[in-house]
């Protein structure tokens, strides 16, 4: 996911979806928005280890 | 469409509008003419029509670029989960008030007794004693009991009920996905013929934001639909994940009593503003002029409320999609707009709203910026900005004086056409303060945004093209070689 993102605007989404996730009560959305950011995660680990 | 020469002058009004195209609207002399009479930005509802008419209709709204020398903004707005019933033997019945009435998954035609529901979530989410509202609202059942396979209400308020009518249930959560196939199938469209905005549908929970920000991938910005009764309670959530937002007040007036509405508005406006996120006041805002030339004076009332308010932009629907009167609507939101503004307490106003600066040097200097323009009475701020965050910044300040926006990013320029009092300008990027200095003031005075002897103060982050450095606030005078030669590129 995001692979054709720019490194600046992955991480600007890790950052909103890091807001977002201090913010959820819900735990299937706390779910959902932990799944998102280990995903922005991972690709910038990628792109680091690349 | 790099900044030349004007064709046309700036807008004075820092409310924007925005229009919806549709068959009243949609020729490329129509667009150019709404264009004209004020509108800032057009909106294409995914709803109807195909995607080659839309593809042409694009195709004329960038055409504006050239011939107006303006950025052009475009907001495609997804259908999303539109709940609707199936279709009647004979297109229609008549639902009497205190019968029973079924809704199931079989696919033959209903009648006065039952017609099929093609959401299978429904059955799974609904409980006894919630409400089905039919046709915006203007039927209600009551759910007596349910299984996986049908649905047994009681009519509450009956009435003439047809093929494919939408249906809202407020009562419950229902977990639909936040995309449909036709919807990503749009949105795939659209990101490949370079909209800026996507307008997300009955947006839930923020996770239903997460989902399309995979997808869009930063090709375009995401304003999410409040419509929901369930994201008015998860709003700052919705508002983290979304670049902004629209107070979508049709379904939002249908799941919930028309007199809690304009309250939402207002906590809508207001929570969007305060985080930084333009916020756009869409439906039946001046909903007589599609029959009409002119409005109600309520209407007139409504749209003026929402300046008020603060409102980055006010929405034109039916009343510029498919009315008899299209430019006629924009161009009375224009002068409503125009006439809000030039109200001494329209400042005092809009300052309602407590906009707190984020701990950063952007948002310090933001606020600075406001502060200063109206204690030296300058005549604009001007910013320097790739990504439009310092622009963003500024206008959530709601300054005084216009905000000239220069920017190297046409993506970036069209974008911010949502964005209150911004005027953006595509031109190539500085290397260093004496030319960023120069380069403000001969755009300023180009656009007339500013004249001989007016201060302006210059907003830009150092080193240049480092985006999210914004540090430097300069306030200048236009004197100068710049006053010889701003005609020139």
Not at chain 2, 309 to 335: H, K, Q, R, T, Y
Not at chain 2, 434 to 450: C, D, F, P, S, Y
Request: include cysteine; hydrophobic fraction near 40%; charged fraction near 25%.
């Amino acid at each position: 996911m995001l692979r054709e993102a720019s490194h600046e605007l992955v991480r600007t989404e890790l950052a909103r979806a890091r807001r977002a996730a201090t913010m959820v009560t819900d735990p299937l959305s706390a779910g959902s928005l932990r799944r998102y950011i280990g995903e922005l995660e991972g690709e910038l680990h990628r792109r680091a280890g690349r | 469409m790099t900044e030349t020469s004007d064709t046309i002058a700036p807008r004075s009004r820092k409310v924007r509008v925005l229009a919806t195209l549709g068959p009243a609207s949609d020729t490329p002399e129509m667009i150019a003419t709404l264009f004209q009479a004020g509108a800032d930005a057009f909106r294409i509802n995914m709803s109807h029509g195909d995607q080659a008419s839309k593809a042409q209709i694009i195709r004329s709204i960038r055409a504006l670029e050239e011939k107006f020398n303006r950025p052009s903004t475009i907001l495609a707005d997804l259908q999303g989960p539109k709940l609707r019933v199936g279709k009647f033997d004979g297109g229609r019945v008549m639902l009497e008030h205190g019968s029973t009435f079924t809704l199931d998954h079989d696919p033959t035609p209903g009648d006065a007794t039952r017609v099929r529901l093609p959401h299978r979530e429904i059955f799974a989410a609904i409980e006894p004693g919630a409400r089905l509202l039919l046709d915006d609202g203007k039927l209600v059942l009551r759910v007596t009991d349910h299984d996986e396979n049908r649905i047994v209400t009681t009519v509450e308020i009956g009435g003439a009920l047809s093929d494919n009518k939408g249906l809202n249930v407020p009562d419950v959560v229902v977990p639909m996905a936040a995309l449909t196939e036709k919807d990503r199938s749009d949105l795939s469209f659209a990101l490949e013929q370079g909209v800026d905005w996507i307008a997300l549908s009955f947006v839930q929970r923020p996770e239903d934001l997460a989902e399309a920000r995979k997808l869009i991938q930063g090709e375009a910005a995401l304003l999410a639909k409040i419509e929901k009764p369930a994201a008015i309670e998860r709003l700052e959530e919705i508002v983290e994940m979304c670049d902004g937002v629209m107070v979508a007040r049709g379904d939002l007036g249908v799941e919930l009593p028309p007199q809690s509405v304009p309250p939402l508005q207002k906590r809508i406006v207001e929570t969007a503003r305060r985080m930084g996120r333009p916020v756009v006041v869409a439906t039946q805002m001046l909903e007589s002029m599609i029959q009409s030339p002119s409005p109600t004076r309520a209407e007139v009332s409504d749209v003026a409320t929402a300046i008020y308010d603060g409102a980055d932009a006010i929405m034109l629907s039916a009343e510029s999609a498919a009315g008899a009167w299209p430019v006629e609507s924009v161009a009375m939101m224009n002068a409503i707009g125009d006439a809000v503004e030039r109200d001494p307490m329209h400042g005092d106003r809009i300052h309602f709203t407590v906009t707190r600066p984020d701990p950063t040097t952007a948002d310090a200097l933001a606020e600075s910026a406001k502060n200063i323009a109206a204690t030296v009475s300058a005549a604009a701020i001007i910013c320097f900005t790739s990504s439009g965050s310092t622009a963003r910044r500024i206008a959530r300040e709601r300054p005084s004086v216009p905000i000239l926006v220069l920017t190297p990013n046409r993506e970036t320029a069209r974008r911010l056409g949502l964005l209150w009092g911004t005027h953006n300008v595509v031109t190539r990027d500085v290397e260093s303060f004496e030319e960023m200095v120069a380069k403000a003031k001969r755009i300023a005075l180009r656009q007339g945004i500013a004249q001989a002897g007016d201060r302006v103060i210059v907003m830009a982050g150092v080193p240049f093209r480092t985006p999210g450095s914004t540090n430097v606030l300069h306030v200048v005078r236009i004197i100068g070689d710049e006053l010889k030669d701003y005609r020139r590129e």
